[in-house]
């Protein structure tokens, strides 16, 4: 068995989902009667997963967690080096072609953060996060810790200055001074003046605790969506928007790379889309359409 350490999961977002990678897989196996954790049960496991018709990439999420758990047993002396090795050698599912992101225009963005009623509390605080999520292109564990002393000018301009992501890698992000006025609205009707910027917000309007979580956000922009006639949007194509507006507008590819983050700009160009093209498809004009 190699001796290669798995590698170290401090993101919040990782650490949940391999949680939840492991919860499935321990439901499954206690369903069904079997007599050891082994490679054969991985294998099982997988066709298992395939019979679900998961996507590739959740699959090997999956069976990743299933590794790190049999790496994590034979470390404790619960499994054998030997069954952890077998466990260790089920491959994964492979991905062929690129998955097609979701993006939203201009105009539904601008509806989508407009949605949410600025007259209330938690209409001025899910506008100024709408807006910070889609112009900024942050995460939603970043948004969530995101506090009042992180925000400072920079060249002119106010900054989430030394932002830590995904990866613990840090970066400036600018923030467009329409952003920075909802922003204000929602700091100054909930009286922050210090700490985390987005907190709960009860049913009476009072500002309560001392943030919300990343399943807040997500409701907020389920609601969001849903009230401007938005379906299927999650959090993760706000970012993903983010990025395609900025291209839109003229943004440079390696400046739209500083701006979300991105060690590898392999990964900007998939939030982009670039690699494929629907607006203008290669396959519009190709001389054999019907004549007009």
């Known amino acids: 068995m190699s001796t290669q350490n798995p590698p170290s999961y ?148 106010w900054a989430i200055v030394d932002l830590v992501g995904k990866g613990g890698h840090i970066r400036t992000v600018p923030i467009p001074d329409w952003v920075r006025e909802q922003l204000e609205c929602w700091i100054t009707a909930a009286g922050i003046d210090d700490g985390r910027i987005f907190r709960r917000v009860d049913r009476s309007g009072q500002v309560r605790g001392d943030h919300i979580s990343v399943k807040a956000i997500w409701h907020i922009v389920k609601k969001s969506a849903r009230k401007a006639g938005l379906p299927s949007v999650a959090p993760h194509d706000l970012r993903r928007t983010c990025a395609r507006l900025c291209q839109s507008a003229g943004g440079e590819l390696e400046q739209i790379q500083f701006l979300l983050g991105h060690v590898s700009i392999q990964t900007t160009e998939r939030y982009l889309g670039s690699k494929q093209r629907l607006s203008c498809a290669v396959n519009d004009r190709i001389g054999i359409e019907p004549s007009s």
């Not at 321990?26 to 496991?45: G, K």
């Not at 018709?53 to 999420?61: D, H």
């Not at 601008?110 to 996060?129: E, F, H, V």
């Not at 400072?152 to 301009?157: A, C, D, I, L, V």
């Open 10 to 157: 401090t993101n919040t977002d990782a650490q949940r989902g391999y949680s939840h990678a492991i919860d499935e897989f321990v439901d499954w196996y206690c369903s069904e009667p079997r007599l050891a954790f082994n490679r054969i049960v991985v294998l099982r496991y997988r066709s298992h997963l395939e019979g679900r018709r998961l996507a590739p990439g959740t699959i090997n999420l999956r069976l990743g967690a299933v590794r790190r758990l049999a790496y994590e047993a034979a470390d404790c002396g619960l499994l054998s080096a030997d069954l952890a090795a077998g466990i260790r050698r089920v491959r994964g599912m492979r991905k062929i072609g690129v998955r097609l992101g979701n993006w939203l225009s201009a105009e539904e963005s601008r509806s989508l953060w407009q949605a949410p009623d600025p007259s209330g509390m938690k209409g001025k605080r899910d506008r100024a996060l709408l807006a910070l999520l889609l112009a900024c292109g942050l995460r939603r564990h970043e948004a969530v810790s995101l506090r009042l002393r992180d925000l400072e000018r920079r060249e002119g301009r």
